[in-house]
Structures are given as structure tokens and as C-alpha cells.
């Protein structure tokens, strides 16, 4: 018997739970709907789950909260639903490792592309993990773990990454001496071009410099290229 993908939809609106449950199991899903926090927790114990997709306004416990539990549970790609404009909800979302996000209202066949996208990109990413997380990078000093996700500065003491500031180097590192586009880089990251006025990669970036330590005005490790995006000017070792 064919296993369908377990989807996980946690929003407080029920017209769009039902909508997309129903949309998704016409489409060959199976789903688990949510309402809040407590009741997403309490399926998150009873299911293994593909994908989830989540709101962030949700009542009681925020979805911004709800990701950040859910990531320190496991690497389950999260799809986040926001209002539309709510750019720093969404920041902060990517930050925390969210996988996409859509704003609301939201077509469902667009939605549905998204999930596949994103569970494509995992299923590919985790058949070259065992390869690649057990090399150690060094660069510039540093050193990142990817097996144990740890960044230990030129001293040796581990520097906290986010995990979209860990994704984000895992990318610049694997391009190093690249120029990289804002696009590129959302693209690499998540699947999707960066519209006009979308900054979480700018913001991304900034937070990334600080923690490595890299003066944005003047910054030798990752360095802003005009009008191009951004490029790691250093020499990775893998070992």
C-alpha cells in the first residue's frame, strides 16, 4: 500500500483548515489539522509528519513560538502562513528555519506546488547527508560542524547559529569565491525569487557578519558585491 505524505496544517481559521484538508486529500495527502498550539503538540507526539504547515497568528501560543519548538524536535520543513506585507514575521520565520512562506489569502494549488518543492528538497538534501555532515569546513579561521551544526571561532569556543544563519552559510560555503544573488541565495535556501522589497536575505546576512565577527562596513569574510549580492572571500578545507 502506497504511503502518502502526512502533512500537518496548524491554523486557528477553520474554513481554511477544512479547505485545505480537503484540497490536499483529493491530492493524494494525508492530513492532520490543528487549531493552536496545544492541539499541534499533541499531534506532533501521535504523527510523523512530511511537512507542516503553519500560521503565525495564531491564538495563545504564536506560530513564531511554535516553529521555534518544533525545530529544536526535529528537521520537519515548515511552510509558514503570514499576513500579507508582515515582512518581519516573516524575517524572523526564515531565521528560525522556516522552509517557504506564503501569504495570505493564498491560492492552494500554489501552496500545494510549495510543499512538493520543499519535500523534493529535502528528500535530496538528505540523501547527501551522510557525505556531507560528516566533513568539517574550515575557513577563514572557523570551523563548522555540519554533523553536530556547530560554528567554533578561530579560539575554539562555538559560536550559536540560528537555523537559517546555518543554512545560509552551508550555502555561501558551498559556493565559495561565487558571487551570489539575493535570488540565488532564496532560491538555494528556499525554493522562490525574492520579490521587490524583500529584505531577509539582507537581514540574514547582517546577523551572519556579527556573529562571524565581520564588520558589515568593512567585512573581509562575506563581502557585498554592487549590484550583484554577496560573495565568501575565503578558501574552505574540507576535512
Do not use: C
Not at 120 to 137: C, G, M
Not at 185 to 211: E, N, T, Y
Request: charged share 35%; proline share 5%; no cysteine.
Amino acid at each position: 500500500m502506497e504511503q502518502l505524505p502526512h502533512i500537518l496544517i496548524v491554523d486557528d481559521d477553520r474554513e481554511i483548515r477544512d479547505l485545505l484538508a480537503r484540497f490536499l486529500e483529493r491530492n493524494r495527502f494525508r492530513v492532520t489539522a490543528a487549531r493552536d498550539g496545544r492541539e499541534a503538540r499533541r499531534a506532533w507526539t501521535n504523527g510523523h509528519y512530511q511537512l507542516v504547515v503553519l500560521d503565525l497568528m495564531l491564538p495563545g501560543e504564536s506560530g513564531l513560538d511554535l516553529a521555534r519548538w518544533m525545530r529544536g524536535q526535529g528537521n520537519v520543513p515548515i511552510i509558514m502562513l503570514t499576513a500579507m506585507g508582515d515582512e518581519t514575521d516573516r524575517i524572523i520565520g526564515l531565521e528560525l528555519g522556516a522552509d517557504d512562506y506564503l501569504p495570505k489569502p493564498f491560492n492552494p494549488r500554489e501552496l500545494m506546488a510549495r510543499m512538493r518543492a520543499v519535500m523534493r528538497r529535502t528528500a535530496e538534501r538528505d540523501e547527501r547527508k551522510p557525505d556531507s555532515e560528516s566533513r568539517v569546513l574550515r575557513f577563514a579561521g572557523w570551523t563548522l560542524e555540519p554533523l553536530r551544526r556547530r560554528l567554533l571561532n578561530p579560539d575554539g569556543a562555538e559560536v550559536p547559529l540560528t537555523g537559517g544563519e546555518y543554512e545560509l552559510l552551508v550555502a555561501l560555503l558551498d559556493r565559495a569565491n561565487r558571487v551570489l544573488t539575493r535570488d540565488m541565495l532564496l532560491d538555494l535556501l528556499r525554493g522562490r525569487q525574492a520579490g521587490p522589497f524583500d529584505r531577509a536575505i539582507d537581514v540574514a546576512i547582517s546577523r551572519l557578519r556579527r556573529k562571524l565577527e565581520d564588520d558589515g562596513r568593512n567585512a573581509q569574510v562575506i563581502k557585498t558585491v554592487r549590484g550583484g549580492g554577496y560573495v565568501l572571500a575565503a578558501d574552505v578545507e574540507r576535512v
